[in-house]
Antibody
Framework: EVQLVESGGALVQPGGSLRLSCAASGFTFSSYWMTWVRQAPGKGLEWVANTTPNGGGKHYVDSVKGRFTISRDNTNNSVYLQINSLRAEDTAVYYC????????????????WGQGTMVTVSS | DVQMTQSPSTLSASVGDRVTITCRASQSISSWLAWYQQKPGKAPTLLIYQASTLDSGVTSRFSGSGSGTEFTLTINSLQPDDFATYYCQHQGTFGQGTKVEI
């Protein structure tokens, strides 16, 4: 059974930092692109970042470039999101997900999601 | 960047209805479109990918169609469990969501 379990969310002051973790199990982690998606309270979904199976390729939404860093540890089947210089607008539930790439090229969607971890930025 | 626009934002329906949600892309995206269902307090679940392929275990009451710039998600014989918010997605862009309510 595929499982993704996020952790690391917290209440943080503006300008602070956090490291979110996502522990994966039930599949060959090193074969999949992994992604982070966030959802502000009462709002829609926003894709944040993803990484290639070997971690060598990383992509970000423009609004987080330079502040967020995605990384992965294929030995420990985990993906991480380092969040720096936190702003109020970063307040959201952060989900990690496994990307579905049927044809191997473009992202066909996110076929498994974690339960999410809440990040609140407030003084 | 490709923009994804869903309509309507909210849809009122009854059990047994057939409902259709539309997602429009700002430029052609071929069939690279996914649909998700999200219930309050829960993570989204993948319903359809490549515009019309049902993900494993998804009921056939859901169907997707379209290509290029216009896509639809259809739910046949709406059930109580289907009242939720639905999102389309192309690569790194989600639509704004459609809430299906009673």
């Amino acid at each position: 059974e595929v499982q993704l379990v996020e952790s690391g969310g917290a209440l943080v002051q503006p300008g602070g930092s956090l490291r979110l973790s996502c522990a994966a199990s039930g599949f060959t982690f090193s074969s999949y692109w992994m992604t982070w998606v966030r959802q502000a309270p009462g709002k829609g979904l926003e894709w944040v970042a993803n990484t290639t199976p070997n971690g060598g390729g990383k992509h970000y939404v423009d609004s987080v470039k330079g502040r967020f860093t995605i990384s992965r540890d294929n030995t420990n089947n985990s993906v991480y999101l380092q969040i720096n210089s936190l702003r109020a607008e970063d307040t959201a539930v952060y989900y990690c997900g496994r990307e579905l790439r049927v044809s191997g090229s473009l992202n066909d969607g996110i076929d498994f999601w974690g339960q999410g971890t809440m990040v609140t930025v407030s003084s | 960047d490709v923009q994804m626009t869903q309509s309507p934002s909210t849809l009122s329906a009854s059990v047994g209805d057939r409902v259709t949600i539309t997602c429009r892309a700002s430029q052609s995206i071929s069939s690279w479109l996914a649909w998700y269902q999200q219930k309050p307090g829960k993570a989204p679940t993948l319903l359809i990918y490549q515009a019309s392929t049902l993900d494993s275990g998804v009921t056939s009451r859901f169907s997707g169609s379209g290509s290029g710039t216009e896509f639809t998600l259809t739910i046949n014989s709406l059930q109580p469990d289907d009242f939720a918010t639905y999102y389309c997605q192309h690569q790194g862009t989600f639509g704004q969501g459609t809430k299906v309510e009673i």
